[in-house]
């Protein structure tokens, strides 16, 4: 893990805007909140004008690529002011006990910011560092008395950000539960990963027992074109070697392609649709047989998008990861606001929706969004 690139997660441009808006809004906050704890320093006007503009700049500065490090941590140190704030105007206007005098100092001096500030972090910190699973049980009576379970892991963008033994405590965890189903849903490494690295995980996931085997679909990253690798340059590793390293481990690739499990279960894999959703691939229907959709039917699509054309093809369940559910605040947010499919289970008629954080999370060495997980569903 290298928390040294402060700057570089990327850069795009359709996202500047709003990095100059949240940069100005918080640049001027910090202009006017430095200078206001500065108010009984002995340093001249003029230095305090320099000291706190120097600071608003660095501030606008951070948020013009949002997409950083640099952006995340000084908004939630913006956020953490402001909280400080809040509590600021409560103690002074609100509460009619007044003897803690102390709240006032704290919160002059920055200290009781601060304080947010290391508690949000260290909460972060945790998310990333913590695995759970997350269990649904659905019914269906097209199974008659069978029980099926399938264990979905997404996003683990392997030995970038997260501690890579969290991968192997999963994994022992996992085979006490006995799936009958793996899924891989893409993004199981991405353009950082070392490609011994990359070759490793897949041996490790390979070896989950399971009772009809290991299934992978492509996310965005794990393929990702060299224009986006937010750091090297290139990655270290071809597709050619990926698929080798996938197929070598006794995982089977679901591109475009079905497999029926038990007479039972359809298991459809989709190609992920990409970064600009440019990605061909083939309609869901033209994969089905008449017979298909007396069984029940499960598409596999890394991108929780196309819920419509899964719900007109007769799907039982379509599940996805890739959106980290946010991973950071306020990304989930605004998700919702724009009607995204952020997290969790959704209902459409007849169909399930299931969207996954993620075993792990992209670039930004936190997660104070969800939790990171593994999915287990159990179809009865």
């Not at 794990?222 to 197929?247: F, M, S």
């Not at 007479?263 to 600009?276: H, T």
């Not at 606001?337 to 007849?350: E, N, R, V």
Request: net charge negative; charged share 20%.
């Amino acid at each position: 893990m290298d928390y040294t690139h402060f700057y570089t997660l990327g850069f795009f441009t359709e996202y500047l805007i709003f990095g100059i808006i949240f940069g100005i809004i918080i640049g001027l906050y910090a202009l006017f909140r430095v200078y206001f704890a500065m108010n009984d320093s002995k340093l001249s006007k003029n230095k305090k004008i320099i000291i706190s503009s120097i600071i608003a700049i660095i501030a606008f500065v951070n948020m013009l690529n949002i997409w950083s490090n640099a952006a995340v941590f000084t908004l939630y140190l913006f956020l953490a002011s402001l909280l400080a704030d809040v509590i600021r105007l409560v103690w002074k206007y609100l509460l009619k006990d007044k003897s803690l005098k102390i709240v006032p100092r704290l919160h002059k001096k920055g200290i009781l910011a601060f304080i947010f500030f290391a508690i949000i972090v260290i909460h972060g910190l945790y998310g990333m560092n913590h695995v759970d699973v997350t269990e649904y049980n659905l019914t269906t009576d097209k199974i008659g008395n069978e029980s099926y379970s399938i264990l979905f892991i997404s996003d683990v963008h392997y030995d970038t950000i997260q501690n890579p033994e969290l991968v192997n405590e999963s994994i022992s965890k996992i085979n006490e539960l006995k799936p009958d189903i793996v899924v891989l849903g893409g993004d199981i490494v991405d353009e950082r990963t070392p490609k011994d690295s990359m070759k490793e995980v897949f041996k490790e996931f390979g070896s989950i027992n399971s009772t009809y085997g290991v299934y992978y679909v492509y996310g965005n990253h794990d393929r990702q074109p060299y224009v986006h690798d937010y750091i090297n340059g290139t990655r270290t590793y071809t597709n050619k070697e990926l698929d080798q390293a996938i197929t070598s481990s006794g995982i089977k690739i679901l591109n475009d392609k079905k497999v029926i499990i038990d007479d039972n279960i359809v298991l459809v894999g989709r190609e992920d649709i990409g970064w600009d959703h440019d990605f061909k691939r083939a309609n869901v229907s033209d994969m089905l047989d008449e017979s298909d959709y007396s069984k029940y039917i499960v598409v596999l699509d890394h991108q929780p998008i196309r819920k419509d054309e899964d719900l007109g093809n007769g799907i039982d369940l379509q599940i996805s990861g890739h959106t980290h559910a946010g991973q950071v605040f306020p990304f989930k947010l605004f998700m919702d606001l724009t009607g995204s499919y952020s997290y969790g289970l959704y209902m459409h008629h007849k169909m399930v929706q299931i969207v996954s954080s993620g075993l792990a999370g992209w670039g930004w060495p936190i997660r104070n969004e969800e939790k990171c997980e593994y999915v287990l569903v159990n179809v009865n």
